[in-house]
């Protein structure tokens, strides 16, 4: 991919590019079992979570992509098995490398060089829990491109860093994320990686905002934000 990238970006040298669009974020969102636990009996939940951006029209490049979670699911890594592998070793892959911390399955495409010769590539998602921190192994598919993400967790919100080679792959040449598609769940004992605590109207409000970088096609804004409602009972 990064050849391939370097191709067009030299193949687009020299192009001046108008400011794009503002992006534009979709979130959805389920969580099963809609019935809910409360404070005194957690019950732990399954989250699917999806992101759709506008990239066809933003052409917009995201570095971060910030989770937040409502007052009625919380978000743990505390008792369960854990990941401390070195990036350079996770590369390898987490079913050899930290089996018994994944926690989920996923699903990424981004548009290499959106604003001249886009190409659309397709990333596998494996989420893991590390120390404090989800890792997110993605491997391209098909092809050999592999990162590791790092998602922080802090009280209630989930911020993912999207790595530098992934936004520009080349030099002068930018990807843009299209979408994210992530299944979360684990459980050891009475730990949960994602227990629900109540519901409140019915449905649990996740907001996701994303944080964009200048590219040749500059977005009309460096932030977008929206907010996913789960049903629950």
């Not at 979570?49 to 995201?62: I, Q």
């Not at 992934?166 to 009475?190: C, E, I, M, R």
């Amino acid at each position: 991919m990064v050849a391939s990238a370097a191709t067009l970006a030299l193949g687009t040298a020299g192009i001046a590019y108008a400011q794009a669009p503002a992006p534009v974020s979709t979130v959805t969102s389920t969580v099963t079992p809609a019935k809910a636990g409360t404070k005194a009996k957690p019950k732990s939940v399954k989250l699917k979570l999806a992101v759709t951006n506008n990239v066809s029209e933003s052409k917009a490049t995201a570095s971060k992509i910030a989770i937040t979670f409502p007052s009625t699911l919380k978000l743990s890594t505390k008792g369960l098995d854990q990941c401390t592998a070195s990036d350079t070793e996770l590369l390898e892959g987490p079913s050899t490398v930290c089996p018994k911390a994944i926690v989920g399955t996923g699903e990424a495409h981004a548009i290499v060089n959106p604003y001249a010769s886009p190409a659309t590539v397709t990333f596998k998602v494996t989420p893991l829990v590390g120390k404090n921190e989800l890792l997110f192994y993605l491997a391209q598919t098909p092809g050999n491109v592999k990162a590791i993400l790092h998602g922080k967790i802090v009280g209630k919100k989930l911020t993912i860093t999207i790595p530098e080679f992934l936004q520009q792959p080349a030099p002068g040449t930018y990807s843009a994320l299209s979408d994210l598609t992530t299944t979360l769940q684990k459980k050891k004992g009475t730990n949960y990686l994602i227990s629900s605590t109540g519901c409140s109207s019915k449905a649990h409000k996740i907001s996701v905002s994303e944080t964009f970088v200048p590219n040749p096609t500059p977005p009309g804004k460096t932030s977008s934000s929206a907010t996913g409602e789960a049903k629950c009972s």
